[in-house]
């Protein structure tokens, strides 16, 4: 079997990401105007790749981050297993630490392996995790697309390579995250590999 590569992105930046407030799957935002530059320098760095497929969440943020590489006519599909966490009542509000103790409490549980926690009206990771493997099945039955570029979400990328990797959801905050940053994994048929960690360089300059 050939080895697929897989492309993992998460979407550039929004004016909720500059003013901390939590997106989750429920609120449907844009890029701003350093999400979009952003966006166009993943795209000049690897506009080269010949993509089988791009696939996205559900939520606009993702298919603009990733429009330069639909505008060439790529093959796109959205997948509900992609999209955010939910966070619940807590969707559309600034959190910090001296705002909302009960939303890091979760966060310490999840790390402490309670990952059958959740804010109010939200997803635990557990849940998260189980969609996700429903999209994590869809991909590996396709052999044919050998190269593939996935946009997704922070809290959703940390639990996504937790479960390609064979790590435990408490482990998420492990793998680190910033707008438009790059995961590149191989997949040899039976175990992934990570190619490329936290890869950030085709964002130099970005905010000159």
């Not at 310490?108 to 189980?130: C, F, I, K, V, Y």
């Not at 996935?150 to 990797?165: K, P, T």
Request: hydrophobic residues 35%; glycine residues 8%.
């Amino acid at each position: 079997m050939s080895v697929k590569k897989i492309y993992l992105i998460r979407h550039g930046q929004t004016d909720f990401n500059v003013r901390g407030i939590v997106q989750g799957s429920g609120v449907d935002s844009s890029l701003n105007e350093a999400g979009r530059r952003q966006a166009a320098r993943f795209f000049a760095a690897y506009r080269h790749i010949a993509f089988d497929k791009v696939y996205t969440s559900l939520l606009r943020r993702t298919h603009e981050s990733v429009q330069g590489f639909l505008d060439l006519g790529l093959p796109h599909e959205q997948h509900g297993g992609l999209n955010e966490i939910s966070w619940g009542t807590r969707e559309g509000t600034r959190i910090t630490a001296e705002e909302d103790e009960e939303y890091h409490s979760v966060l310490q549980q999840w790390r402490a392996g309670q990952t059958s926690a959740r804010l109010e009206g939200g997803e635990s990771p557990d849940e998260m995790a189980a969609r996700q493997r429903e999209f994590i099945d869809l991909m590996l039955s396709r052999p044919e697309e050998e190269t593939v570029l996935i946009c997704m979400h922070g809290r959703a990328m940390r639990a996504i390579l937790c479960q390609l990797l064979g790590y435990p959801l408490s482990q998420m905050d492990n793998f680190e995250h910033h707008n438009l940053c790059l995961y590149q994994l191989d997949y040899t048929g039976s175990m992934f590999t990570v190619r490329g960690f936290l890869d950030m360089r085709h964002l130099q300059d970005t905010y000159a």
